[in-house]
């Protein structure tokens, strides 16, 4: 079996293949690796607002120029021009509600965490409470801690937002913590925490908002009303016999213990069911007693006379 050839005998080696093998200079890859993390895209916000702009302009050009335009026509344009603005109005809220998501996450989140091991420490700490006073006093400090718990995470989101402790820097003892100054916010949501709503002001529902009920539209009628004349012609014109239209008609009680063909039979005999043979059949004339003497003694003698 011959020897393997080690790395540095490239006699035998195409040329195309000589910058393949490990050497001191091996050749560049096609496309370079990226060096670091990937670049961040930057997205299309999901509630663009240029269709609703462009539609915003037109019905105003409208407006403007066209002087001569029927009330009917003009006033459906300006509820829709109001409606686009109201749009409007929503898609830059939703903007900036996003925009205050992404500036105070971080600081709503530390804060967030601090709460819960506040709330964890005193917790720890009524366990091992003594007294009645101590019991109190602790029950109290684990009712701010909840708020502040709740106010990290229940803070409008569309607002600028307002912090609970000091910053890095700065060092304070428990009972100056204690003694600082809520934000004004801060009892509303100690309030809203009794009452359930804190959801409603996460999302920016504060005191004094009021929505507006929504008005279902009724779709007019398509169907002319009957007039009394009418009403009273289609009654007329119903006969016992003759078939009623189908608000009048006023279905009989059967039977279904028999079939088909046996409630017909049934339906016949007591006369409930015309059949189609009856309805064609003519009536017959049966001439009156009177008629037959005046045909007798008028007769002038027949074949079988």
Do not use: C
């Amino acid at each position: 079996m011959p020897a393997k050839r080690s790395h540095e005998d490239l006699d035998g080696i195409h040329e195309s293949r000589q910058p393949q093998v490990h050497q001191d200079d091996p050749k560049p890859a096609k496309k370079p690796r990226r060096e670091g993390p990937p670049k961040i895209r930057k997205q299309v916000h999901a509630s663009s607002v240029n269709a609703v702009k462009k539609r915003i302009r037109d019905v105003t050009r409208l407006l403007s120029r066209s002087e001569d335009l029927p009330a009917d026509v003009r006033l459906e344009n300006e509820r829709a021009l109001a409606a686009y603005q109201q749009e409007l109005n929503a898609a830059d809220e939703e903007k900036a509600r996003q925009r205050m998501v992404k500036k105070y996450h971080m600081v709503r989140f530390f804060e967030r965490q601090k709460a819960t091991r506040t709330l964890k420490k005193w917790k720890k700490r009524l366990l091992e409470a003594t007294t009645g006073e101590e019991v109190e006093d602790i029950t109290a400090q684990m009712h701010i801690a909840e708020v502040d718990l709740n106010y990290a995470h229940s803070y409008p989101l569309n607002e600028r937002y307002i912090s609970l402790y000091p910053p890095k820097g700065a060092e304070e003892s428990e009972d100056q913590q204690k003694d600082a100054v809520k934000p004004p916010i801060w009892a509303e949501i100690e309030r809203r925490m009794e009452e359930g709503t804190l959801k409603e002001l996460r999302y920016g529902v504060r005191e004094g908002h009021v929505e507006k009920p929504k008005t279902v539209r009724q779709k007019p009628a398509t169907t002319k009303p009957r007039l009394a004349s009418e009403t009273q012609n289609f009654k007329k014109r119903a006969e016992p016999g003759e078939r009623v239209g189908q608000m009048e008609r006023v279905p009989e009680p059967q039977d279904y213990t028999l079939n088909r063909r046996e409630r017909r039979k049934a339906m016949i005999k007591t006369g409930a069911l015309i059949t189609s043979k009856a309805a064609k059949k003519p009536a017959i004339h049966e001439p009156m007693g009177n008629e037959v003497d005046n045909d007798d003694h008028g007769s002038d003698g027949g074949f079988f006379e």
